[in-house]
């Protein structure tokens, strides 16, 4: 139980919450609290679970959002590096397909499949929620509304969703 408790507070610390109330995970802190020491080898595992997210007709850029940050390498110079702005599926994919022999990919896909449960049952009993869950469950209503979205802008032929996102926000 204890375990289980600090593997929750770790997942939790990384966690981040962006200006629309969505939370997201960065893909570098993820790395380390999975314990994989390359970012090499931890792409490996991203670039599987992109590929699991499309082939079950899910869109990578909802759950995948390419981020590049410059970063110090000493003596003052500076250089982009990648890193991805995730969802909780994501992290799920992610740990589902990360490397099966290490304890804390194991707990990872414990706690990613135990806090989708969570959301699966509050989505279903409504009104026994507090007014601050209702809320969660509205965002999350949002979003796949939004998913609903890009599907029907990807078959319209939208290529940059990145503007059309952003047009959407400023209207």
């Known amino acids: ?3 289980t ?4 507070k770790l997942f939790e610390n990384i966690k981040h919450i962006n200006e629309f109330g969505n939370e997201y995970w960065n893909a570098r802190e993820l790395m380390h ?6 970012w090499e080898n931890f792409e490996k595992v991203i670039n599987k679970a992109k590929k699991s997210c ?4 899910i869109l990578i850029f909802d759950h995948f959002a390419d981020i590049r940050k410059m970063v110090s390498i000493g003596s003052g110079a500076k250089r982009e590096q990648i890193d991805y702005k995730l969802s909780r599926h994501a ?3 992610i740990a589902q397909n990360g490397d099966s022999r290490k304890e804390s990919i194991a707990l990872a896909q414990t706690y990613f499949a135990i806090q989708t449960r969570k959301q699966e049952i509050s989505k279903l009993d409504y009104s026994k929620l ?5 809320r969660f469950y509205q965002r999350n209503l949002t979003k796949e509304g939004n998913y609903s979205l890009n599907i029907a802008a990807k078959d319209a032929g939208v290529k940059n969703f990145d ?4 047009y959407g926000y400023r209207g």
Do not use: I, P
């Open 33 to 38: 609290a999975l314990k994989y020491s390359k």
């Open 91 to 93: 992290c799920y994919l």
């Open 163 to 166: 503007k059309f996102h952003n």
């Open 1 to 3: 139980m204890e375990k």
């Open 130 to 134: 507090s007014e601050d869950e209702k």
């Open 5 to 8: 408790q600090d593997t929750a």
């Open 54 to 57: 499309e082939n079950s007709n």
